[in-house]
């Protein structure tokens, strides 16, 4: 099976802040991965597909990069509604799988 | 609006079961491939099963494989999780969630909000 390595596992950043969060597969995945946000009591939503596209309505300051075994999702600058926790996801081969994700909250 | 909306948790003894609910609407539900998704604390975001949108290809995570059977009901954009011989570690908030395509690629790009599903003596 393939391991996600999400990290940091938490990051506290301020409104206007530029974020970076990175995630490494146990092997190469090629450009198979998903970002998500997910917040208490709401349904999560998917931001990035396929490494690096964006979501139709998704805002432009959320971006991805990378292929093979590592990526790097980025929120340009940071938005109060951005406070959350973000999963990245591989779907290059079963099972699919998340990484440990990554708690933003407020400095 | 594209809706997923998840019903029949609840609190259930160890061994028992449970039948899980996800009722779409605002999208042909045929169009796609369907998942489970559990959350929980210590482990976060965990994968479940999967189904293709017409219940040709199901898959399993190895932790509910033989206990749990996913099945779909097109007519009534109804998506289903039957959980059999339940233990205290498939305590979790379960997410129904779309695949971006009619086959199972696992890219879910509409989610619901979840059902709670406690298993405890």
């Known amino acids: 099976d393939i391991q996600m390595t999400q990290s940091p596992s938490s990051l506290s950043a301020s409104v206007g802040d530029r974020v970076t969060i990175t995630c490494q597969a146990s092997q190469d995945i090629g450009n198979y991965l998903t970002w998500y946000q997910v917040k208490p009591g709401k349904a999560p939503k998917l931001l990035i597909y396929d490494a690096s596209s964006l979501k139709t309505g998704v805002p432009s300051r959320f971006s991805g990069s990378g292929s093979g075994t590592d990526f790097t999702f980025t929120i340009s600058s940071l938005q109060p509604e951005d406070f959350a926790t973000y999963y990245c996801q591989q779907y290059d081969s079963l099972p699919p799988a998340f990484g440990q994700g990554t708690r933003l909250d407020i400095k | 609006e594209e809706q997923l909306v998840e019903s029949g948790g609840g609190l259930v003894q160890p061994g028992r079961s449970l039948r899980l609910s996800c009722a779409a609407s605002?999208?042909?539900?045929?169009?796609?491939?369907m998942h489970w998704v559990r959350q929980t604390p210590g482990k976060g975001l965990e994968w479940v099963s999967s189904?293709?949108?017409?219940?040709?290809?199901?898959d399993y995570a190895d932790s509910v494989k033989g206990r749990f059977t996913i099945f779909r009901d097109n007519a009534k954009q109804s998506l289903y999780l039957q959980m059999n011989s339940l233990r205290e570690e498939d305590s979790a908030l379960y997410y129904c969630a779309r695949d971006q395509y009619q086959l199972m690629v696992y890219s879910m790009d509409v989610w619901g909000k979840g059902t709670t599903v406690t298993v405890s003596s």
């Open positions: 605002g999208f042909r539900f045929e169009d796609y491939a």
């Open positions: 189904i293709s949108w017409n219940s040709g290809s199901t």
